[in-house]
C-alpha cells in the first residue's frame, strides 16, 4: 500500500508565492520520478514538473522559469516552489508517485491553488 501526502493549497494574489511539498509512504518501493501535474476547472489534467531518480527535471511550458521542483527520491519527498504566480495557474494540484514498474504510479488526491488577480 502507498500513501502520497500533500501539503495544503491555499490562495495567493497574483505575483505572489507558493510552495507544495508531497511525501509518499507505505511498502517499500523506490520511485523513479516524482512530480505534479494540475486539473483546472473545465480542463484535462495536465504535467506540471517532474523530478527524476536520475536528478533530471523537467517542466511544461506554462512553468517553466517560475516553478522549481526539487526533492529526495530516497526519502520519497518533493517540494514545488511556486513564483510569480498567474489567475492561470488556478488549479487542483496533484503529486504523483511514478514507479519503475507496475502499477507504474500513484495519485494524491489533490490540493487546490487559487490565484486571484
Known amino acids: 500500500q502507498v500513501r502520497i501526502v500533500e501539503s495544503e493549497g491555499g490562495s495567493v494574489q497574483a505575483g505572489g508565492s507558493h510552495n507544495l511539498s508531497c511525501a509518499a509512504f507505505g511498502d517499500e518501493f523506490s520511485p523513479s520520478g516524482m512530480g505534479w501535474y494540475r486539473q483546472a476547472p473545465g480542463k484535462q489534467r495536465e504535467f506540471v514538473a517532474i523530478?527524476?531518480?536520475?536528478?533530471?527535471?523537467h517542466y511544461s511550458d506554462s512553468v517553466r522559469d517560475r516553478f522549481t521542483i526539487s526533492g529526495d527520491l530516497t526519502k520519497k519527498e518533493v517540494l514545488l516552489q511556486m513564483n510569480a504566480l498567474k489567475p492561470e495557474d488556478t488549479a487542483t494540484y496533484y503529486c504523483?508517485?511514478?514507479?519503475?514498474?507496475?502499477?507504474?504510479?500513484?495519485w494524491g488526491r489533490g490540493t487546490a491553488v487559487i490565484v486571484s488577480a
Open positions: 523530478i527524476t531518480s536520475s536528478g533530471s527535471l
Open positions: 504523483r508517485l511514478n514507479l519503475p514498474q507496475d502499477p507504474w504510479w500513484y
